[in-house]
C-alpha cells in the first residue's frame, strides 16, 4: 500500500536556527497536507499543496511540493519556542479516495532558547 | 461553537472488557475518522465515515467496529480490548465526504486508552 517517508523522525535545535522536515512518496501524489500537533495537544491543520512545484509561504514557514509531485518538504526560518512540536506530513495518493489521508510518522522539533 | 468533542479523555480498561468512544462534531461535516497514534508511527485510520449511514475500513480495522447513524456522531466500539490496542485515539471531521480536492480535516483533543 501507500507508505510516505518523513524525515527526520526527530530534530533539535537552539532558537533562532533554521529547520527542514521532508516526506517523500515512490509513488506520484494527488496532493499533501501538512499538519502540527503540539506537546499533549491534537493535529492542526497547516496547508495544503496540489499543484506540481508549488510553493507557499506562511509568516516563517515555507512549503514545497516537488516538480514530480513525490515528495514535500516544510522549512522553518529562524525557529522560536512556539514552533515545538510534530509535524506530519499527510498525502492523498491518486489511487486512494480523496478523504483517506495516510499520515507520515511524524518529525518532532524541540526547540532550546 | 466546540468543533469536535470526544470522550472520556482518558481511560484504563481490563483486556477483555468492551468499551466505546464517543465522538461528536457541530460542524455539520459530511465526512468523519477515527484514527489511532502511537509513538514512531504517526496516525493510522481505523475506519471512516464519507457520509450518515455509511462507513469504511481504514488501514488498521481488527478489533473496531464503528457506526454513523446520524451527521453529528461517530462512536467507535472495541468489542473486546486488548493490550495492543493501548493508544490514543483521535476522532475527526471533513466538510466533504467524497470527491473533488481533499478536505481539511479537523481533530477532536484526544481519548488515551490503556488496556492492561
Known amino acids: 500500500g501507500q507508505q510516505v517517508m518523513q524525515i527526520p523522525q526527530y530534530q533539535h535545535v537552539q532558537e533562532g536556527e533554521d529547520f527542514t522536515t521532508y516526506c517523500n512518496s515512490s509513488t506520484t501524489l494527488s496532493n499533501i497536507q501538512w499538519y502540527k500537533q503540539r506537546p499533549g495537544g491534537h493535529p492542526v491543520f497547516l496547508i495544503q499543496l496540489v499543484k506540481s512545484g508549488e510553493v507557499k509561504k506562511q509568516k516563517r514557514l515555507t512549503f514545497q511540493f516537488g516538480e514530480a509531485k513525490k515528495n514535500s518538504s516544510l522549512h522553518i526560518t529562524a525557529t522560536q519556542t512556539t514552533d515545538v512540536g510534530t509535524y506530519f506530513c499527510?498525502?492523498?495518493?491518486?489511487?486512494?479516495?480523496?478523504?483517506?489521508?495516510?499520515f507520515g510518522a511524524g518529525t518532532r522539533l524541540a526547540v532550546h532558547p | 461553537i466546540a468543533g469536535i468533542t470526544q470522550a472520556p479523555t482518558s481511560q484504563i480498561l481490563a483486556a477483555g472488557r468492551r468499551m466505546t468512544l464517543r465522538c461528536t462534531q457541530d460542524m455539520r461535516h459530511n465526512a468523519m475518522y477515527w484514527y489511532r497514534q502511537d509513538l514512531g508511527l504517526g496516525l493510522r485510520l481505523i475506519h471512516y465515515s464519507n457520509t450518515a449511514g455509511t462507513t469504511g475500513k481504514g488501514e488498521v480495522p481488527d478489533g473496531y467496529s464503528v457506526s454513523r447513524a446520524n451527521t453529528d456522531d461517530f462512536p467507535l466500539t472495541l468489542a473486546s480490548a486488548v493490550p495492543s490496542q493501548t493508544s490514543v485515539y483521535f476522532c475527526?471531521?471533513?466538510?466533504?465526504?467524497?470527491?473533488?480536492?481533499?478536505?481539511?480535516?479537523?481533530f477532536g483533543p484526544g481519548t488515551r486508552l490503556t488496556v492492561l
Open positions: 499527510a498525502v492523498t495518493p491518486f489511487s486512494g479516495g480523496y478523504n483517506k489521508l495516510i
Open positions: 475527526a471531521s471533513s466538510a466533504r465526504g467524497s470527491g473533488g480536492p481533499t478536505d481539511t480535516q479537523y
